[in-house]
């Protein structure tokens, strides 16, 4: 895995932005997986500042969202699809009709995640995927376990996934739905490049353990060592348990 160390959150952030443009100035059709979290809003901000200045045109662009909640409509305020309008759909010239997300509010959840790992095949496959890491070393809603599912599922989350959700549902983890949907490690493994972004001290031992320890199940992100292409952009404080 290909490491860069930036000395501030927001130069990761830029670093990221200026990535995807990039990718979007080489091949204006690109195919993009986008994450959620707290730590992609800025390289989202800078993004549309991008887009703003005419350096980042996703006309052309299609995108894949990660993951999203079960059991509530794309509308509801606490839906990943409402926070990528916020942060970036609603400021850029991407084209709806290519903006693909999990509806968490299908009525069969099996057959809405196999629709939509074939939509992502007939996209022709991911270019580039963005990806954010959790403390515990989780990917999207791939989290540690026994085992993990290849492709896209219905998760049924952790206790402590919902606390920290639980800003986007009026602060109370009651309120955060009790499964979601995700692309599983297979699908994300698929995409032909790999920029994951982490960023603080919360995050340097999950980033240590991804990067040098053993491929488990036990820590998602791990599973990233398989890929050829994978890119971590992180900030001094995640970097900080690293050998120079
Ligand atoms: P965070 O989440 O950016 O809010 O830390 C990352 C993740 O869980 O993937």
Excluded at 5 to 19: G, Y
Excluded at 167 to 193: C, H, Q, Y
Excluded at 201 to 230: D, M, N, Y
């Amino acid at each position: 895995m290909k490491v860069r160390i930036f000395d501030t959150p927001e130069a990761v952030a830029s670093a990221l932005a200026e990535r995807v443009a990039d990718a979007l100035a080489a091949r204006p059709s690109l195919v993009l997986g986008l994450p959620t979290g707290r730590t992609p809003i800025a390289a989202y901000a800078e993004l549309r500042r991008l887009h703003t200045a005419g350096r980042a045109d996703f006309s052309r662009a299609s995108t894949f969202n990660l993951d999203e909640f079960a059991g509530i409509p794309a509308l509801h305020a606490g839906s990943f699809r409402a926070f990528m309008d916020r942060h970036l759909f609603g400021a850029v010239n991407l084209p709806p009709a290519r903006i693909h997300f999990l509806d968490g509010a299908a009525d069969d959840l099996d057959a809405e995640c196999a629709r939509y790992e074939a939509a992502i095949e007939a996209a022709g496959g991911l270019d580039l995927q963005m990806l954010g890491i959790g403390a515990n070393g989780h990917i999207g809603f791939n989290e540690p376990g026994d085992e993990l599912a290849a492709r896209t599922h219905r998760v049924r989350l952790a206790d402590t996934t919902r606390r920290d959700n639980a800003p986007l549902f009026g602060g109370d983890p009651a309120n955060v739905p009790r499964e979601a949907l995700s692309m599983g490690m297979g699908t994300i493994l698929k995409a032909a490049e790999i920029v994951l972004i982490a960023t603080g001290e919360r995050k340097a031992q999950c980033v240590e353990r991804a990067i040098g320890g053993p491929v488990t199940t036990r820590l998602p992100a791990s599973f990233l060592q398989l890929h050829p292409r994978v890119e971590l952009y992180l900030d001094r404080a995640a970097a900080s348990r690293l050998r120079p």
